[in-house]
């Protein structure tokens, strides 16, 4: 059972432009939603991470968009830049689960010159 | 200072071999964390470890999986009776206590089992 959908798999924009990527999830209980960010050959590394109590959050050019209602929750990537390229990967965990995060598949982004 | 480090950074093995994966998480982080991450896939919860605690086992997909944590820091993953679907990247990660503090990964040990 895939508690988190990741959408799209692979992305492509120039740079400046504005990728958005998607998650959705099933487990009403989860309450901790970060981004993780991952180049090749690295372990993943925290980008930026919400809780439900807000609806957006923003940290620099990363935007996470949260709609409770509808159990999704977005990134979004301003100005994009080259060096923006990477696999991005939503997760989601509840308190008192000892944190252990349920992962979305990945979105694999390159960001063209 | 120094992030969590695993090793071997790769590791080919032939079907049926058993292995050892270690990681060395950041000093003082007393939780510590093995996911699995396939080809495509994302990240696979295996197991958990808080301070003295029992380990939480939950995500170990059989009982060739096994891991132990010696002295609250350095932690082995071991596959027994390795299968080719074993094949996969392992990734551990520390945090500096139970709760929604940021899990920080290492590397990974990419595992090849042919």
């Known amino acids: 059972q895939q508690q988190v959908k990741q959408s799209p798999q692979s992305l492509i924009v120039q740079k400046g432009g504005i990728p958005i990527i998607n998650c959705a999830y099933e487990?009403?209980?989860?309450?901790?939603f970060p981004w993780y960010q991952q180049f090749p050959g690295k372990g993943p590394a925290l980008l930026i991470a919400?809780?439900?109590?807000?609806s957006e959050k923003k940290e620099g050019r990363f935007t996470i968009s949260f709609n409770k209602s509808a159990k999704q929750f977005s990134l979004h990537i301003m100005d994009s830049q080259p060096g923006d390229s990477a696999t991005y990967f939503c997760?989601?965990?509840?308190?008192?689960?000892?944190?252990?995060?349920?992962f979305g598949t990945g979105t694999r982004l390159q960001v063209t010159l | 200072g120094a992030g969590v480090s695993q090793s071997p950074s790769n590791k080919v093995t032939e079907k049926g071999k058993d292995v050892e994966l270690r990681c060395d998480p950041i000093?003082?982080?007393?939780?510590l964390y093995w996911y699995r991450q396939s080809l495509g896939q994302g990240l696979e919860f295996l197991i958990y470890?808080?301070?003295?605690?029992?380990?939480?086992k939950s995500g170990l997909p059989s009982d060739r999986f096994s891991a132990e944590r010696t002295g609250g820091s350095v932690s082995t993953l071991t596959i027994q009776r390795t299968q080719q679907e074993d094949s996969a990247v392992y990734l551990c990660?520390?945090?500096?206590?139970?709760?929604?503090?940021?899990?920080?990964f290492g590397p990974g040990t990419r595992l090849l089992v042919l």
């Open positions: 919400i809780r439900p109590d807000v």
């Open positions: 470890f808080q301070g003295n605690s029992a380990p939480d």
């Open positions: 990660a520390s945090s500096p206590s139970r709760g929604r503090e940021t899990q920080y």
């Open positions: 997760a989601a965990s509840k308190t008192g689960t000892a944190s252990k995060l349920t």
């Open positions: 000093s003082g982080h007393t939780a």
């Open positions: 487990n009403t209980a989860f309450d901790y």
